[in-house]
């Protein structure tokens, strides 16, 4: 797949986490479908596919949330999803449940790693994250990547370039 499609896809995905997801709510928690859409798409189509997911979706999150400094959210997910990167490269072929386990534990560095921005950037008050909250988000966000994997699997089976052989 070219390089236009995650970027097309974290639009999409910006626009359904700032409109729709909002009024989703588990435990008082939204699903952060960029965050957990990127992490798939980065640990199973690679390093330049993760990186324009990351920045265009941050970035349209921050244009689409109000009271976000523009480039806190591409600055987190950047950062977030090149650890991601570290792991897939560790773990290669990252399976389901390692790109699962992937999207829970980095969520809390993410969620933390949100807050700081905005309140540096923001001015946003720093209220505390509960250990409940922060579990909650990410066994949703492992749910998310579970699916997403499955996902942009299909996806790049059916339209990714096809495997040749090397003369």
Avoid: C, K
Wanted: hydrophobic content about 65%; overall charge negative.
């Amino acid at each position: 797949m070219s390089v236009l499609a995650p970027a097309v896809g974290a639009v999409i995905a910006a626009i359904l986490e700032s409109s729709v997801l909002t009024h989703f709510q588990v435990g008082g928690v939204t699903p952060d479908l960029v965050f957990a859409v990127g992490i798939a798409m980065a640990m199973v189509l690679g390093f330049e596919s993760g990186m324009t997911w990351a920045f265009t979706g941050g970035v349209t999150l921050d244009l689409l949330l109000p009271g976000r400094a523009l480039g806190s959210s591409a600055l987190a997910l950047v950062l977030i999803i090149a650890a991601a990167l570290l792991v897939a490269r560790a773990v290669w072929p990252p399976r389901l449940a390692i790109v699962s386990a992937a999207a829970f534990v980095l969520t809390f560095p993410y969620q933390v790693m949100v807050v700081a921005l905005l309140s540096l950037t923001a001015g946003v008050v720093f209220g505390g994250l509960s250990i409940a909250e922060l579990f909650v988000s990410g066994v949703i966000n492992a749910l998310i990547a579970a699916v997403a994997v499955v996902a942009v699997r299909a996806l790049e089976l059916r339209f990714g370039e096809p495997e040749r052989m090397a003369w």
